[in-house]
């Protein structure tokens, strides 16, 4: 079955555990990076460790993806995010890559801050696979073998700085401030069995208690098999590396239709960015703000699947 895995800090000391009915059993040995503790421990193994009495809310939880490991991400892989980011999914064949920087992880429950020249900050829920073993060549995978390549999943949030992202066409700039990454709370460790799940997980991300973001990831463009088989050609990869999968619809930003943006080429580059910075400034109700409270999670309908919640204050830079 599925283990919750944890990193915390309890006592000046930094640990790993197994997380049941809110108490930690602690995972026996030194393990200083997520692929350090994939690499030797067993799902079966942890599943089998006694109860422990550690209560959780007694510990600092950490991210359970340490910035030793890669963070790479897909955009643009719901179908209705495709159409609300102005693409048409018909026509668009290609799975969109890009990096974060790794010192932008922090635990699920970290303060979000807000930079001072950022005037529209937006979230985006996503369900990340974390890899099982070293990748140093091109591989095929496949739903049959994914489980050889995927240890578990964890929520990854990939806040962007929209008006740096866009106008600078600067993906990793614009999504790798600090604390634009939050991981966690759970890494959820799977067996060959569970993988299934990959397929029917349940994705919700609310503001201040509304909901904005919906959906399930049934709903990926791009599945996993598809993206490792794909992303194997390309680099390298080491057990513990992170792939965030793509956000649903429903992110704060506004992209002009297909149409609107063909016409904005032919426009001065100010003009064009003038408009596009009006737009935005008309969903700024939608884009983050100094106290707002981003809550998301992602669990299966039965329960069998539950990688927590993560719960972010927006704060302002200082």
Known sequence: MPVQVVRFEHQNH????????????????????????????????????????????TVKLLSPI??????????????????????????KNFNMIFTKATSCIVAADSELIKPRN?????????????????????????????????AGVVIVNDYSARDIQIPQMQFYKGKSYRTFGPVGPYLCLLEAKDLPYLKKLQLRLTVNGQVRQSDST???????????????????????????????AGCALTIPSPTKQRIAVLLP??????????????RSSYYLKKGDVVEASIRSADGVIDLGTQRNVVVEQA
């Not at 095929?140 to 995927?150: I, Q």
């Not at 960015?273 to 009006?278: L, P, T």
């Open 14 to 57: 930094v640990q790993w555990g197994v997380v049941r009915q809110g108490r930690i059993s602690l995972i026996p040995g030194e393990y200083a990076s997520t692929g350090d503790l994939i690499r030797h421990t067993r799902v079966g193994e942890l599943a089998a460790l006694p109860d422990g009495d550690l209560p959780l809310d």
């Open 66 to 91: 340490t910035r030793d490991q890669k963070f790479v991400c897909q955009g643009a892989n719901y179908r209705q995010h495709m159409i609300e980011s102005g693409m048409d999914p018909d026509v």
């Open 118 to 150: 950022v005037r529209f900050l937006d979230y985006e829920i996503e369900l990340g696979l974390v890899l099982r073993r070293d990748i140093t060549g091109p591989v095929r995978v496949t739903d049959a073998n994914l489980h050889e390549f995927v």
């Open 218 to 248: 049934a709903n990926l463009v791009y599945g996993p098999a598809e993206t490792l088989t794909e992303l194997s050609g390309v680099q390298d990869f080491t057990a513990g590396d992170l792939i965030a999968t793509g956000t649903p």
């Open 269 to 282: 580059e100010a003009v064009k960015w003038k408009a596009f910075m009006k737009a935005q400034e008309g």
